[in-house]
């Protein structure tokens, strides 16, 4: 199964470490991100892991809530969490999923649907495709996703930037040019035709018909 930007998240059902959950439910009224990982004890998601704990206040404040997922069995990941606390100075502070029957991972097309067996004889690199990060919204519709290779470690300040745009963009008829930061100007959205938004905007700064610049609306 191949997800794009707006489709369905999946839902599904699933033991974590924080208890038992139903995705959809779980996600409510809020903002979600769902990152992935293909094995515990792996040394790039294990500074992921613990930096994403350390600025958890950040999403709290853009009303998002984080989920972590793991190729291996939840009752495995309360070592793995001891590991980032003591490396990373920050225990993870969010659920952290156990996908051992794969199914999470398929379900988001990470594994293919002939993905079977014993997780624990799957390696890291078996399982280098659960490397992605999700954003979905309020309505449970997919906004982002990120794929990373092992070898890099993801950004997760790039990550919050894109929910700042995502939630902006949401509420007003604006878009986010390159590398746009909180506070700085937008573009007024092409679905927008000039009457419209004179009524919306007032003026702008139109270096092309095609580039309308305005202030980012509060």
């Not at 799957?122 to 794929?147: C, M, W, Y």
Request: proline share 7%.
């Amino acid at each position: 199964m191949t997800l794009t930007i707006g489709d369905t998240a999946p839902d599904f059902t699933a033991q974590t470490t924080e208890g038992p959950i139903s995705f959809h439910e779980w996600i409510g009224d809020s903002w979600a991100v769902l990152f992935s990982h293909p094995k515990n004890f792996t040394p790039i998601c294990t500074t992921e892991l613990g930096y994403v704990a350390s600025i958890k206040g950040e999403f709290d404040k853009r009303g998002t809530k984080i989920i972590g997922l793991s190729v291996d069995p939840v009752e495995k990941h309360e070592g793995w969490a001891k590991d980032i606390e003591e490396t990373q100075g920050t225990a993870p502070n969010y659920p952290l999923i156990g996908d051992s029957d794969f199914a999470v991972s398929k379900a988001y097309g990470m594994l293919g649907a002939n993905v079977s067996g014993d997780p624990a004889d799957r390696t890291a690199a078996d399982n280098q495709t659960v490397r992605n990060v999700f954003v979905i919204g309020p309505d449970k519709k997919i906004k982002l996703i990120l794929v990373y290779p092992m070898t890099t470690g993801r950004n997760f300040d790039e990550v919050l930037r894109v929910i700042d745009s995502l939630q902006l963009t949401a509420k007003h008829k604006v878009a986010t040019p390159v590398n746009w930061k909180q506070g700085e100007d937008v573009v007024i959205a092409g679905s927008v035709n000039n009457d419209q938004a004179k009524e919306i905007f007032g003026s702008w700064n139109e270096p092309k018909p095609y580039l309308r610049i305005v202030p980012q609306p509060k």
